[in-house]
């Protein structure tokens, strides 16, 4: 017996390199995912790779320079923001789908904070992605179940109305229009004699054009392998035009308004002279002295930033964690949520080196890159690339883009998030669901982030009175009184102490009015764990059942708790 305990110690000293070498290459693949998918790497994955890459380029360029118009900011700080993302995610993300970029919420978020100062951008864009790769290394994740669905759907509803109306100024070639939602509605409709022809004539004109494009790329049937090779084809040119409608519609519209300006006709208002070249690679300010010469320091900022340093952060990740996960299920792999998180923080902290305002995951962009076929992340080096040829070689060109033809990007990048059908889905399977929805929703055209509070606070609170009011049974059997308490499986933690034991408490009464007397049984099959509460209330409870002859059983007890030695 001792040889044999020998030799297995001998083969386990062996193992033990191996064993943690097997440790060490598998801490590195979840560090950094690349390593999982690189060295299977072929030519057909590149191929494909480099499609989808280049198709999601031309789809990122005109909606960053749209985007930033919707922070307040410069146009050429949304091509800022976009190439970042996809060098970063290439190593440490997990899911081969996703695009991390400017998208219209958190431009929309940001320009609440910001005020259309590219400093402050960029101050919160490096606080964002420190609080983000915080939260991935303490495995803070978890915060973000209690964002719940409804206050999400509300949200970005909200948004998409705000974010759209927002544009319709542009549309119409309007100045001087607040940024307030409901003081840019009165304004809008009160200036509307002043628009400008030539603005309104193109913006209809992109906004028809995308509309067509989006409807031919979604009337292309299913049964695309039943076609002719002929049809086939045609039916992939199609496809793939209207997948880079934005660019053609940019494009074109930039190609109108730069034949009106060199003829002397100026119909149009235009993006104007924008920053050339790429941005320069440097540390984030932390303080700006402005025109007066007052000098902000980064405490102010991050005064001044407040609550957008709890909102931007956990809402940008939300929404790319949310994208992540339905494009994983869809394809079949699985993501690290905790890896993503981390990957979000670190692309804004590099971010911010080079001006960018904070990103996420874009649901369009990322939907036209699982539809192209992409294999890999390395599709986003593409994407990265395409915008960085674009800061270097086309900036100047980016001068004649009219703001209509942007504008009418926005909206119809926007319009499909406000979805008709949620609330009564919230009616069919729970009505006060929509309680929280509809706080969000409408509060969220006030100043968006309360919309955010506000919904969390209400779906708190209804989250607080279930836990607090658990559901409760009382059945009266020949020789005892039964209370059983049951939450579905879902209560943890018995601290709605007051409720059932009131409850025990009134069965008391009604067994002193019988004979002969029966005892209590408190059924705690679902109780998981007692805390110091339960044990005070339980301890004042028997002894009024001891004073009236009451017997109390407990049944079905299933924590690791003597009772006997604390009540």
């Known amino acids: 017996m001792a040889t044999t305990v020998r030799i297995m110690d001998r083969h386990i000293e062996k193992e033990r390199p191996f064993l943690f070498r097997i440790r060490c290459c598998a801490a590195l693949r979840s560090c950094f995912p690349i390593l999982t998918w690189l060295p299977g790497y072929n030519l057909t994955w590149l191929k494909m790779d480099l499609i989808a890459g280049l198709t999601v380029g031309l789809t990122a360029v005109p909606q960053a320079l749209a985007y930033a118009e919707v922070a307040g900011l410069p146009v050429q700080y949304g091509l800022y923001s976009a190439f970042m993302g996809g060098f970063i995610y290439c190593i440490f993300g997990t899911s081969k789908d ?43 994740g978890f915060l973000l179940d209690f964002i719940s669905h409804p206050v999400i759907k509300g949200f970005t509803c909200a948004a998409a109305v705000t974010i759209g109306f927002g544009q319709v100024k542009n549309i119409l070639g309007l100045k001087e229009i607040p940024q307030q939602f409901f003081l840019q509605v009165y304004y809008t409709f009160h200036k509307i004699p002043e628009a400008r022809v030539g603005d309104v004539i193109l913006g209809l004109c992109c906004l028809f054009f995308l509309v067509m494009l989006m409807l031919m790329k979604n009337s292309l049937g299913s049964s695309e392998h039943e076609a002719p090779l002929l049809v086939r084809s045609a039916r992939r040119l199609v496809w793939s035009l209207a997948t880079m409608r934005n660019a053609l519609v940019v494009i074109a519209a930039t190609g109108v308004a730069y034949s009106a300006e060199v003829t002397g006709h100026h119909f149009f208002s235009l993006t104007g002279k924008t920053a050339e070249g790429l941005p320069p690679f440097k540390a984030p300010p932390l303080s700006e002295t402005v025109a007066n010469g007052t000098v902000i320091t980064f405490s102010v900022f991050s005064q001044d930033l407040g609550g957008g340093l709890a909102v931007i952060p956990l809402m940008g990740v939300l929404e790319s964690i949310a994208i992540a996960k339905a494009f994983s299920s869809k394809n079949n792999y699985r993501i690290d949520a905790n890896q993503e998180l981390f990957a979000i923080g670190l692309t804004n902290i590099l971010g911010s080196f080079v001006s960018a305002y904070p990103v996420t995951g874009s649901f369009g962009r990322t939907a036209v890159n699982s539809q192209t076929g992409v294999c890999s992340p390395a599709g986003g080096i593409v994407t ?48 006060l669901d929509l309680l929280p929805f509809l706080v969000t929703f ?53 601290n709605p102490a007051a409720d059932v034991l009131e409850c025990s408490w009134s069965c008391v009464c009604g067994l002193l009015s019988v004979s002969p007397r029966r005892c209590l049984v408190l059924d705690c099959a679902h109780v998981s764990s007692i805390d110091f509460t339960v044990i005070h209330e339980l301890t004042e409870l028997l002894k009024q059942f001891e004073l009236r002859g009451v017997s109390m059983i407990f049944a079905g007890l299933k924590v690791e708790f003597n009772i006997n030695r604390h009540v």
């Open 442 to 494: 409408v509060v969220s055209f006030w100043e968006v982030q309360y919309g955010i509070v506000g919904g969390v606070v209400v779906s708190g609170f209804m989250l607080l009175h279930i836990v607090a009011r658990p559901k409760v049974k009382v059945s009266c059997k020949c020789i005892f009184y039964e209370i059983a308490v049951y939450d579905k499986g879902k209560l943890h933690t018995f």
């Open 384 to 431: 990265g690339v395409i915008v960085l040829l674009s800061l270097a070689f086309l900036m100047p060109l980016f001068f004649y883009i009219p703001k209509a033809s942007l504008a009418a990007v926005i909206i119809c990048a926007v319009s499909p998030m406000i979805d008709f059908r949620v609330p009564v889905q919230l009616w069919r399977v729970k009505r």
């Open 98 to 140: 996703i695009t991390l970029g400017p998208t219209a919420i958190m431009s929309l978020l940001c320009s609440a904070y910001i005020g259309g100062d590219p400093v402050f951008a960029v101050v919160l864009t490096l606080l964002c992605g420190i609080i983000q790769a915080g939260m991935a290394l303490l495995r803070l």
